[in-house]
């Protein structure tokens, strides 16, 4: 006989695992301070090169300039301005990273931590089924 509510548990169940919620059951595969710094070193690496490149089309922009000046301009200074811009660039996205990584898990790890109480809901149908045949 068919339990209208384990039809209920399994079309959620099957909703769950579509391809939109598979992201969540890969973030469940990882403790949360390792998924936040496997994407933390994709974020320093992503923003260390983004850096470089602007870094590189500034200097191709303004070459006439750094060639005219090159034997006055103070180099130190130069490279210490933009050794902070990175840094506080770095910093900035490092803290957004954590933040956003930390609560994309969590919201993983509740929808998961439904989805197996779910899961335990219908095992307990097919147990209760078994016993009664």
């Known amino acids: 006989m068919l ?18 919620n598979q992201e969540n059951f890969k973030r469940f595969g990882y403790y949360k301070s390792d998924y936040i710094r496997y994407n933390l070193l994709k974020t320093i690496v992503s923003v260390t090169i983004g850096y470089i490149l602007i870094l590189g089309l500034l200097v191709f922009y303004n070459a006439e300039f ?12 130069v490279i210490g301005k933009a050794l902070a811009v990175y840094l506080i660039l770095l910093i900035i996205y490092i803290i957004g990273t954590i933040v956003m990584y930390s609560l994309k898990y969590d919201k993983a790890h509740k929808f998961v931590k439904k989805y197996f109480r779910m899961l335990g ?10 016993e009664q045949k």
């Open 3 to 20: 339990n209208e509510k384990k039809i209920r548990i399994m079309s959620r169940l099957a909703s769950y695992e579509k391809k939109e």
């Open 66 to 77: 750094l060639i005219t000046n090159a034997a006055t301009l103070n180099y130190k200074a």
């Open 121 to 130: 809901v219908l095992r307990k149908f097919y147990k209760d089924e078994a």
